[in-house]
């Protein structure tokens, strides 16, 4: 699946949503399917800076493609950046470079969050495509 089919298939699965309340439930259960990180990945090189709470990303190169691997120590970042892993994750780092993210206000993510959340959502992004452009100059 394509990285624009799963940004596709979040703005569906958020619209059948009727209101912030039942989407910011479904993003917390996301939160909640997140594998995490083990104790050894929540290093300080990993957080992101500009997040409210604390939340890690971490990326390994592997057959072309970028695998993100990700955590929080607060329930919506936790769901917030499991939104992101969702669909980043598993893509070539072109892929990621080429993409954009404006799935997150098709969905309203940004109107729904706060103005330090929206900053932390704009942080883990830019992780994202650094993450790829890293490893693409690597490659």
């Not at 209101?19 to 910011?24: A, G, I, L, M, V």
Request: some cysteine.
């Amino acid at each position: 699946m394509t990285i624009k089919e799963k940004q596709q298939e979040l703005i569906d699965d958020f619209a059948f949503l009727d209101d912030w309340e039942q989407k910011y439930e479904y993003i917390i259960d996301l939160g909640k399917e997140l594998k995490g990180l083990p104790e050894d990945q929540k290093k300080d090189e990993n957080l992101i800076k500009g997040c409210q709470s604390k939340v890690w990303i971490d990326a390994e190169y592997k057959d072309g493609k970028l695998f993100f691997e990700a955590d929080s120590d607060g329930i919506l970042p936790k769901g917030i950046v499991s939104l992101l892993m969702r669909v980043y994750s598993g893509h070539s780092t072109q892929e990621i470079l080429d993409s954009d993210f404006d799935f997150i206000s098709e969905i309203g993510l940004q109107e729904f969050l706060s103005p330090s959340r929206a900053n932390g959502l704009m942080a883990m992004t830019k992780q994202i495509k650094f993450y790829a452009v890293a490893f693409q100059l690597k490659s």
